[in-house]
């Protein structure tokens, strides 16, 4: 099921307007991520596509801009359902995990190769956190298609370990990317 992670995000809800915008903050921000991760994916595996060094510059600039303002998008509704969802405790524990060893890669060497003047530190962290918010909304697209029962604690902790790993220095390395 496709929106199995929006059905539990929308079981949860106190405001039905407030998970609808959610949801659709987070599917802009499922693809945003997607998207930059892919571009870098390609490039390790040697596909220079664009052809020039200056369009794969280009490229990595629009990925990160694109996924900075998804992510900026993402704040107040994530807030909202976090303050709505009053979990009754705060101790729930996330549903997903942190980076496996697949995601850690060295991005210099795939950046000289590419030609994109960028800096590897902060490509991996933002490369690191996208993965991380991907896998977060795959974790609970697997509890829904296995019907695991979420509570809110848990959802309400997932959530905001999530919150707090976009809007520390992810946002800010977006920024520093696409300019």
């Given at each position: 099921m496709r929106d199995?992670?929006?059905?539990v995000i929308e079981?949860?809800?106190?405001?039905p307007v407030t998970a609808t915008r959610l949801t659709a903050q987070l599917r802009a921000?499922?693809?945003?991520?997607?998207?930059?991760c892919r571009l870098l994916e390609r490039w390790g595996k040697g596909d220079a596509v664009p052809a020039t060094a200056g369009a794969r510059e280009a490229a990595l600039?629009?990925?990160?801009d694109r996924a900075e303002t998804a992510i900026a998008g993402l704040e107040r509704p994530l807030d909202r359902y976090l303050i709505q969802l009053e979990a009754d405790e705060a101790e729930g524990r996330s549903w997903y995990g942190g980076p496996g060893a697949g995601e850690l890669v060295e991005w210099r060497p795939v950046l000289d190769r590419a030609g994109v003047h960028a800096c590897p530190d902060r490509?991996?962290?933002?490369y690191l956190e996208l993965a991380i918010l991907v896998r977060a909304l795959q974790g609970l697209e697997d509890?829904?298609?296995v019907e695991a029962e979420l509570d809110a604690s848990t959802l309400w902790a997932g959530l905001f370990d999530l919150r707090d790993t976009l809007?520390?220095?992810t946002v800010d390395d977006l920024r520093a990317l696409a300019a």
């Open positions: 199995g992670w929006a059905n079981l949860h809800a106190r405001d921000c499922e693809a945003a991520a997607l998207a930059f600039r629009h990925a990160a490509v991996a962290s933002v509890a829904s298609r809007f520390g220095s």
